[in-house]
Structures are given as structure tokens and as C-alpha cells.
């Protein structure tokens, strides 16, 4: 009996794991590059605001 209900314990857990995994928002918006954290990512790389989501990239062309 106290087995199948560590196994029903441990069946939720790992459940609401990817529950809450799947309502993660990874991503930030923006509508212009003033919107974006400055401090964000260091040199050699900049923050730019593109189709209203913050993108990390290489300085240069």
C-alpha cells in the first residue's frame, strides 16, 4: 500500500514538472532597441529589438 502511493506521489511530481515547463515565456518583448537591458550580454555581443523580441547578437555587420 505505501508503495503505490509513493508511486502515485512520485507520478505527480514528475507531471507537474513539465507542466510547469511548458508555460515557461522565454521570450521578452520590445517595440524599439531603448526598450532592451543594456546589461544584458557583454562585449562581443549587443541586444537588439527585432519583430518585437529581444535578440542577442555579434557585434558587426
Known sequence: MATI??????MILFISL??????????????????CQPNMCKWPFI????KNVIKIGPVGP
Open 18 to 35: 513539465f507542466l510547469v515547463a511548458m508555460n515557461v515565456d522565454a521570450y521578452v518583448e520590445c517595440e524599439t532597441d531603448a526598450d
Open 47 to 50: 541586444v537588439q529589438c527585432y
Open 5 to 10: 502511493l509513493k508511486i502515485v506521489y512520485a
